[in-house]
Antibody, heavy 123, light 106 residues
């Protein structure tokens, strides 16, 4: 059974840092395209970052240069390092799996989501 | 950057058909998918690759995508279908979500 369990959220001051983790089971993180998606309170879904099976990464303009996505094969875990946090980064952060890990395809969607972890940036 | 536009809300009577649109430039040339999200829960995939239903999703959910518009149709809407719905597409290594549509079953 595929499971994604996020952790690491909490309260942090503006300008601070936080690292989120997403422990996966039932599949191999490094063989899939894995993303972080966030949702500000009362707002819609916003894609944040992706790491492809080949290790390449892409991020939304709103977090580029501040957030870094990575993975640990030995722990089958996805991470999001968040630096220079801003009040507008306050959100529930979900990790999600894209099952279509093939170069050249344009079919990309998320079939499994974690339960989310809340990040609050406030002084 | 690519953008997807959805109506903020759709109302439907029980047993009737609800249609939710998602508009984007030449969206029909891309693949669209749809998620359902109920309050306090994580999103759930209901349609992928324009028209396909994941295992466990009821047949009353269907999708289409042509031109600039993708559409999620809920036939015979039930009270349990009341939720927020988001479309999503992929554009040049970026995943793009629509703004979301709140479906109310009156």
């Amino acid at each position: 059974e595929v499971q994604l369990v996020e952790s690491g959220g909490g309260l942090v001051q503006p300008g601070g840092s936080l690292r989120l983790s997403c422990a996966a089971s039932g599949f191999t993180v490094s063989s899939n395209y894995m993303s972080w998606v966030r949702q500000a309170p009362g707002k819609g879904l916003e894609w944040v970052s992706v790491i492809y099976s080949d290790g390449s990464t892409y991020s939304a303009d709103s977090v580029k240069g501040r957030f870094t996505i990575s993975r640990d094969k030995s722990k089958n875990t996805l991470y999001l390092q968040m630096n220079s946090l801003r009040v507008e980064d306050t959100a529930v952060y979900y990790c999600a799996r894209d099952p279509v890990a093939a170069a050249g395809t344009t079919v990309h969607y998320f079939d499994y989501w974690g339960q989310g972890t809340l990040v609050t940036v406030s002084s | 950057s690519y953008e997807l536009t959805q109506p903020p809300s759709v109302s439907v009577s029980p047993g009737q058909t609800a249609s939710i649109t998602c508009s984007g430039d030449k969206l029909g040339d891309k693949y669209a998918c749809w998620y359902q999200q109920k309050p306090g829960q994580s999103p759930v995939l209901v349609i992928y690759e324009d028209t396909k239903r994941p295992s466990g999703i009821p047949e009353r959910f269907s999708g289409s995508n042509s031109g600039n518009t993708a559409t999620l149709t809920i036939s015979g809407t039930q009270a349990m279908d009341e939720a927020d719905y988001y479309c999503q597409a992929w554009d040049n290594n970026f995943y793009v979500f629509g703004s979301g549509t709140k479906v109310t079953v009156l």
